[in-house]
């Protein structure tokens, strides 16, 4: 019979009976396992604890700790958990199979055992352990890859907000995992004058943080003048249209004029900006045409351009969808009437408190549940002018 086992795997043998320990040793000598003997439950369960085998095969019926006890203090134990158990009895009948499988064993073989069913039922069980053991080392490298790769992209985020006279910054990122497809930039221009980013890939997986990562490179190195925001999207998706296929990106690009205190806004695909007006004390979602996301084909048409005039204490939010869309236990999403009645309920001039206030009641809603999304959001407030 073909042996499919390593050397390095251990098979622990567990009967109260020297004949059939003899037996089952004879056996599998021939699989080419390191074979343990155990006369008792006590001693199994010692053996068991520090050699960590690959398999056990464990009898039932043995005096002072049965098999079945034996099962459950292994499966109760951290240490022991995951290794496979096999009982052998002579009891044949279902409830006591069955009562052997809830413990956790992953077989049964009724005594008076055939040798080609044992090794074959062991040869099967070895590679399911083995199988899950390198799915399990894939795993953790794949997560630690990931942590590497969110490490990272947040490198490629500002190291800092920029102090901008008379406009106070507030911001906070958030990944559902590690790797994600948020993105969030700004350039100082000339003037007083700066560039506002708001991006979000398709997904949240690694394709979603290269894609991030491109957006970024590309946003970095425009050539032209930021103070165009149509042109600036023109150029994201002109590029990104020839490597994110399949995938897209929605983006919202602002220019903003500090010594007027003016937004333009070129809107691709992505959630609409949102504004508290200080001067009513009311929060609304800012009416701006926008075309699709980037990455999907070449625009054809002008894209439309927003101007938005502030005031003092205005609130000017930017976000990205995994907060609307976060999920509660109810399956119901937060959604953009919360995030307004948030962002207007608190009268701070500090935008990352105002922020704090946000995911705090984002938190609250979820009640437990995890994001299924990642999470960007930039917050400007409008500070009221010093008089001398």
């Known amino acids: 019979m073909e042996n499919n086992t390593s050397a390095t795997e251990s098979i622990l043998l567990v009967d109260d009976n020297p004949t059939n320990l003899q037996v089952l040793f004879q056996t599998l000598e ?10 008792n ?39 022991t958990f995951d290794i496979p158990v096999i009982f052998l009895s002579a009891l044949g009948d279902t409830e006591d199979k069955v009562k052997g499988l809830q413990l956790g064993a992953v077989d049964y073989i009724t005594k008076p055992f055939q040798p080609d069913e044992v090794i074959a039922r062991v040869n099967t069980h070895l590679t399911i ?22 490490e990272v992209q947040r490198k490629l985020l500002p190291k800092q907000l920029p102090e901008i006279e008379g406009f106070k910054l507030g911001v906070h990122y958030e990944t559902s995992r590690y790797a994600g497809g948020d993105y969030y930039d700004i350039i100082e221009l000339s003037d007083n004058r700066y560039g506002f980013l708001m991006a979000d890939a398709e997904g949240h997986s690694a394709p979603a943080a290269v894609l991030m990562a ?43 004029d500090a010594n007027l205190q003016t937004m333009q806004i070129a809107r691709a695909g992505h959630p609409l900006p949102m504004i508290y007006r200080n001067s009513d004390q009311t929060a609304a979602e800012i009416s701006c ?57 608190d009268s701070t001039p500090d935008p990352q408190a105002v922020i704090a206030a946000i995911m705090a009641n984002v938190v609250q809603f979820a009640d437990g549940h995890p994001a299924d999304d990642d999470q960007a959001l930039l917050l400007g407030i409008v500070q009221a002018k010093r008089h001398f």
């Open 30 to 39: 021939g699989v080419g396992c390191k074979l343990l003997i155990a006369k």
């Open 41 to 79: 439950g006590e001693m199994a369960l010692s053996i068991a604890g520090k050699a960590l085998p690959d398999l056990i095969l464990l009898d039932i019926m043995m005096p002072d700790i049965d098999g079945y006890e034996v099962c459950r203090q292994l499966k109760s134990n951290p240490t």
């Open 129 to 150: 352990h083995r199988l899950n053991r390198e799915v399990e080392s894939q795993k953790d490298q794949l997560e630690h890859e990931l942590e590497i790769v969110s």
């Open 214 to 256: 491109m957006t970024c490179a590309l946003f970095r190195s425009y050539p032209g003048s930021a103070d165009d925001p149509a042109s600036v999207l023109h150029y994201l998706n002109e590029h990104l249209c020839k490597v994110a296929d399949p995938s897209f990106m929605t983006a919202l690009y602002i220019y903003y």
């Open 289 to 345: 045409p926008g075309v699709y996301p980037l990455g999907i084909e070449p625009y054809e048409i002008e894209i439309p351009v927003t101007e938005v005039k502030l005031q003092p204490g205005d609130r000017f939010l930017v976000y990205t969808d995994g907060l609307t869309e976060r999920f509660n236990r109810e399956g119901r999403t937060y959604g953009e009437e919360r995030l307004l009645q948030t962002l207007a309920a």
